[in-house]
């Protein structure tokens, strides 16, 4: 009976260990659980994309941490600052999603590999080019569509800032009006941003200067430019304001033209590639039954 009972201590003591390495690492990950979600409260939340996937980029950010440098910070935070992502996603975040996206599309291109018999190796190689390259090319079309959007608001944003000016208000209280009064989007949140930097203390003139620098459109650096030389100078704000936003607004106008007069130019693959060959077919099938009929080939 001894040896049983020795045996049965020797059996339980892999199985006390494994059970107590479980119960560390359940608690290790429920307080990064609660860490991560402190900070998601605080903070705007991550992309749609992400939010499924969320804890384990919190998790692997941690191991990324010491691998990302102060250049590559920089230029991460740059990035995401002109998306609109500065506090929803630190540049360690953004390093083990693009890393997680690739090893996801490692292992989908090894399975594809091995159930198509194509060989592993190729087909992996080319799945993680394509998986580490959807978050840059996700993140660029992001900063491209927002960078637009704003493009679009500012001329109405403008008028109402000018409407403010010439009421009577000054340059803080007219931005406040025009943010109070616009409909949501990408250019009312960075005028919203700039009236919590001047309440917080920070000059004006650094405010916009920050904001020409977030947005990174010359229209904006230009109403930035403006504010500021009126606020110097003393000149009349109104009249540069309605002068920018009809200038903005030309602007929409060329851009647009200049798009409608690339449509033709855009559509000229796909005519070749996909319409004119299934024209041809059409065109040419009953041709080819009458010529098979006749034995002509």
């Not at 500065?86 to 953004?94: G, N, Q």
């Not at 637009?148 to 000016?165: C, K, W, Y």
Request: charged residues 20%.
């Amino acid at each position: 009976m001894e040896w049983l009972e020795s045996l049965v201590d020797a059996a339980n003591m892999p199985i006390a260990l494994l059970g107590a390495s479980c119960a560390m690492l359940v608690a290790g990950v429920r307080a990064l659980f609660v860490e991560s979600a402190g900070r998601e409260r605080a903070a705007d939340l991550p992309p749609p994309a992400w939010r499924h996937v969320w804890r384990l980029v919190g998790i692997v950010s941690i191991a990324c941490r010491p691998l990302v440098g102060a250049g590559a910070r920089r230029r991460i935070t740059r990035r995401l600052r002109a998306a609109g992502l500065e506090y929803a996603v630190l540049p360690d975040e953004w390093v083990a999603a693009s890393l997680l996206a690739g090893t996801g599309a490692v292992l989908l291109g090894m399975a594809t590999g091995l159930a198509s018999g194509i060989p592993v190796l190729p087909c992996a190689t080319a799945m993680a080019v394509v998986g580490l390259s959807l978050p840059q090319c996700a993140l660029a079309d992001r900063i491209r569509e927002r960078r637009r959007a704003m493009s679009r608001q500012l001329p109405f944003l403008l008028d109402l800032i000018t409407l403010g000016v010439q009421s009577g208000l000054n340059p803080a209280a007219a931005i406040a009006l025009a943010v109070a009064h616009a409909p949501a989007g990408a250019m009312r949140d960075e005028l919203a941003r700039v009236l919590r930097d001047v309440r917080a203390g920070r000059p004006r003139s650094e405010a916009l200067r920050l904001l020409s620098e977030r947005t990174s459109i010359d229209g904006v650096a230009s109403f930035a430019a403006a504010m500021l030389s009126a606020e110097r100078q003393g000149l009349a704000l109104a009249p540069l304001l309605r002068a920018q936003a009809d200038q903005r607004r030309n602007e929409r106008f060329l851009e647009a033209e200049k798009r409608a007069m690339e449509a033709p130019v855009k559509l000229l693959l796909p005519l070749v590639a996909f319409i004119f060959p299934g024209t041809f077919a059409v065109l040419l099938f009953p041709i080819g039954m009458q010529l098979l009929r006749q034995g002509l080939f």
